[in-house]
């Protein structure tokens, strides 16, 4: 049955293949992908074909999907067509049986809770990744907590470096201004709330591995950018290191291990000799995201609850605190803020079943528009609560939000109505500004979300400015997180000559290969590579001649929302990409690793709570041809310590 299953499958594999090749639309060597339309969610799979033209230093060796109608029908270098069968067979099974999933759009009536789930996009076997900067990847997680949280505490550090920012992005100005609102009011009683409540951090940093002089010519982790707002993607990388940890142990002997073996040799070069770099095992960790992240989570939920006197297990039959209301009282929950037509849902519900499984803490899940309809917060109290509008024995019974995670919030489109709030017509954002000025601990605050931005990211890369945030017995702290710094350059009124040099590099120097153009904004889709990115640059600039023959470059303001960063090239591996159940090629590859940290700390700037918390590999096709051809899509993947 199996083997029917498996060889059905196969067929369909190859015709899947033969359509790919033979499509004409198609130049030679390019990789052989269907195209679809970017999806903004954020970190989502899918990056437009332009932020996807990964890496002009491609390898030839692309596109090596052939078809030979003679034997196998498909060749994929260093794995026998039979291997490949029982790795999709797996896979898929173990996608089913396991939750590794994403839910399909569908159109879905107001009525209907039916959905139907795919086999999330994965990469069918684990990367090479070399041991000690995975490593090291996890030992920065903490210090960048903590760094986020500082910032988040330093008002003038966010106001100064965002001040170009605002005026030209509206989203960013926005939260900016509620910021200040809530936060630096000085003496305004009524932010109390916000400025007691707990702070709560889920960080992912995600890192690149690239190979520059300063490190001896050896790979090491640069930062591509640092998420503290929406991270995702803990729950499904947790299940994918599962089904590659089953994979490459059940197959390994199995004819696996040459396809693994070749792509260490990629990474680690050809003195690899199969033992591992640093300490540690070989193999694909098992991710603690799914234990730590709920953990976390719960320290705030526990932490409020003692605070507000409110009990934190069972039904509350204690209620005699500072938080005691007069309707039913249900336990509090954590309330999840998502996307009205979120298609990751399976990542948040993982998420929500360990904190029920581990802690017993009950989560409800509302979009922004919802909540400003369903949430009311008391001035006085700062208790933030849901009204109950079931028909049963909850009827009228209200529900305290004590913890708000934000999956939604991220971006301009998750706020419709617009940015006036005076008016009341801007409804998204009351509801997020009602949130903020609850005591409730939120994950993110807005000092947190606007710590992540890419403006901040770039202004810490400059000459002291991570260093004041650890100054005396800390400097060390602040030297670890400047080595994951890759150039990063400002485009706004605060570029300097350095700055200016890279501006200069790419317009008269033709380095546009060499650096990624990226704006204030979130989810993937809006960064500018190559001839896009000197085409944006060259229409924002004034250039002048001066009378000594040297070239004058001035910055239109519009550019300030953007920076300028050093393009990273990570070594390139190979890979079979799947997507909707169905291997979709294969090719050399290039990931990216997402470490998660997470941090709990009070209103008054105590850590509670700081540590590493599980990571996220994410594989994508390097190596599309120049033609543009839409292709590239990343999908989730593990590391292979090696
Ligand atoms: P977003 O907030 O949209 O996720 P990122 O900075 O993560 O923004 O950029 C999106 C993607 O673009 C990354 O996942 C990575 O694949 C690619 N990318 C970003 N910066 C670089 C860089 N400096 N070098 C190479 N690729 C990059
Ligand atoms: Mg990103």
Partial sequence: ??????????????????????????????????????????????PPSESSSVLDGSSSDTNTMTTDSTTTGITIPHLSPTTLANLVDYTISFSAANGLQVQQK?????????????????????????????????????PFNLLVDRISRNGKFLQETLKGVRDVDEF????????????????????????GADRLGILRSDYMLHCSQAA???????????????????????????????????????????????????????????IVDGDGERGVPQSLAMIRL?????????????????????????????????????????LFVVQPNETNTVDQRLLEFALWDNHEIPVVRMSLGEIHERVTLDEASGRLTIQNDDQGDNCGAVQEVVVVYFRAGYAPTDYPSGYNTADGSGIEWLARERLERGSAAKCPNLGYHLAGTKKVQQELARRGAVEQFFEGDEADVAAQI?????GLYSLGADANEEDMEAVKDVLFNDAKGQYVLKPQREGGGYNYYGENLANKLKENCTITVDDDGNNDVTLSPDLSE????????????????????????????????????????SGDGEVVHNEYAGFLLRTKFSGVDEGGVASGFATLSSPYLC
């Fill in 1 to 46: 049955m199996i083997r029917q299953a498996a060889s059905s499958l196969l067929i369909y594999i190859i015709c899947c293949c033969r359509y790919y090749y033979s499509s004409s639309l198609l130049p030679r060597g390019a990789l052989a992908f269907t195209t679809s339309s970017p999806l903004r969610t954020k970190n989502y799979f899918f």
């Fill in 106 to 142: 569908s159109e879905r009536s107001a009525t209907s809770t039916s959905s139907s789930y795919i086999t999330a996009p994965i990469s069918l076997l684990p990367q090479a990744y070399p041991h000690g900067q995975f490593q090291h990847g996890l030992a920065l997680s903490t």
């Fill in 172 to 195: 960013t100005g926005m939260l900016l201004t509620l910021y200040e609102a809530i936060y630096l009011s000085d003496g305004h009683s009524s932010e109390q709330h916000a400025k």
């Fill in 216 to 274: 001896n010519n050896e790979y090491s982790i640069k930062q591509v950018e640092l998420n503290t707002i929406a991270s995702s993607f803990a729950g499904l990388a947790s299940s994918v290191a599962k089904l590659h940890g089953f994979l490459t142990r059940r197959l390994g002997e199995e004819g696996l291990q040459e396809f693994l073996d070749v792509n260490e040799r990629a990474v680690m070069g050809d003195s690899s000799d199969g």
């Fill in 294 to 334: 709920p953990a976390a989570m719960a320290v705030a939920y526990d932490r409020y609850c003692a605070r507000f006197n409110i009990g934190s297990s069972s039904n509350n039959d204690n209620n005699n605190g500072e938080h005691k209301s007069d309707a039913a009282v249900i336990k509090p929950v954590i």
């Fill in 482 to 486: 400047r080595t994951a710094f890759a």
């Fill in 562 to 601: 953007f920076i300028l960063m050093e393009r990273l090239f990570p070594p390139q591996q190979r890979a079979i990409l799947l997507r909707n159940g169905q291997v979709e090629g294969t090719g050399m590859s290039i990931s990216e690793l997402g470490c998660f940290g997470a941090i709990v700390s």
